[in-house]
């Protein structure tokens, strides 16, 4: 084997290495920026997923910022194509060129719904000062099996008017099979009055599941958030009482919510449970006392949500993103089986939700059973 000696053999290496490993990707990132300010027309934002490409590449780095083009809708589907400048003309090598027109630029005005699996293999969020053991918690969990005709499980929603992405703007697929839709970032958050629409649909299907699964349970189909949004949790609170008094069988009240993720770029996120198919992600909500509210009992609820969880990722992998603990108590004082859950968010659709929905039933009632 012949030895490299010599000093002006190591700083001829060092120097050979220095170009390949630090000047070029700086040039490759030089370059696509002086794409970006030297080139002519109208500029456009990438907006979809298709940015997720290989980090290092130069057609992750040109797609990573703006791409300078000009784009017009080319058929009725509105697909658009792309004239590159003539910054461009002879500089991009042909596959990145092929693939830069194979991605979809926002409508004017518009910003990016994309799809993104937020589980992972933690149990918690924790969003308090307390220090959350998952075994103990297990321990102190109370599970009540369905041993009668009499309700055991209370569905509600303090915020019945949450709504789903309207489908205004028909999700886009990359290249890669992920998808991306777009909204208008100067509307508000989706709400609608309308059940085939809101979280109140949602709570209609999961109850449907939990009823085929012979867990007896009621639906409070009441808009709590109907007129004044600041009254929502003292509504639903009188209402879970009301439901508790009447049927003191009940020892679960879920109440089915809809997520809000969006990123500070403005991306607005779908959940996707992919394992699932064309399904959102759900989250559990746990309340505690340490905002000096009476919520003495948290951690037995929150050994059920976690219980719960431990289901979800048993039957369903990638449906249940880590349950977040909050230090307000969200209502759940009221029983030892309060919990909240959040189906999807505002990315996803009604059908996305649909399939979350009945995922967690099941895996509700598949706890439900295993206290028999």
Known sequence: MKKIG????????????FVVYALMP???????????????????????LALEYSADSLAARIAGGSVPASAEPNDESGAYSYQFPDAADGGLPSEIEERLETLPFAPEGMKPIVKADLSSDSDFINTTSFSLDASALREAAELSPADSDAPLVLVLHTHGTEAYYDGAYSYCSDPDGKASGWYDPDASSPRSEDRSKNVVGIGDEFC?????????????????????????????????????????????????????????????????????GDCAQVMLVAGTDESGYYHPDWRVNLGCALLWKDTMD???????????????RFNQHVSHGAMLLEIGSCGNTFEEAKTAARCAAQSLAALIRSAE
């Open 6 to 17: 010599g000093a002006k053999t190591k700083i001829a290496l060092f120097f050979k290495l």
């Open 26 to 48: 700086l040039a490759a990132l030089s370059f696509a920026l002086l794409l970006w300010i030297t080139g002519g027309g109208d500029f456009y934002r990438l907006e979809c």
């Open 208 to 276: 449907r599941v939990l009823e085929e699964n012979g867990v007896p349970t009621v639906h409070c189909d009441k808009l709590h958030d109907k007129p004044d949004f600041n009254s929502s949790y003292p509504n639903s609170y009188a209402s879970a009482v009301g439901y508790l008094e009447k049927y003191p069988s009940i020892r679960y009240v879920i109440d089915i919510h809809r997520d809000s993720v969006v990123r500070a770029n403005g991306d607005k996120i779908a959940t996707d449970a992919s394992a699932c």
């Open 314 to 328: 048993s039957l369903y992998p990638s449906l249940s993103r880590p349950i977040y603990v909050r230090t307000v």
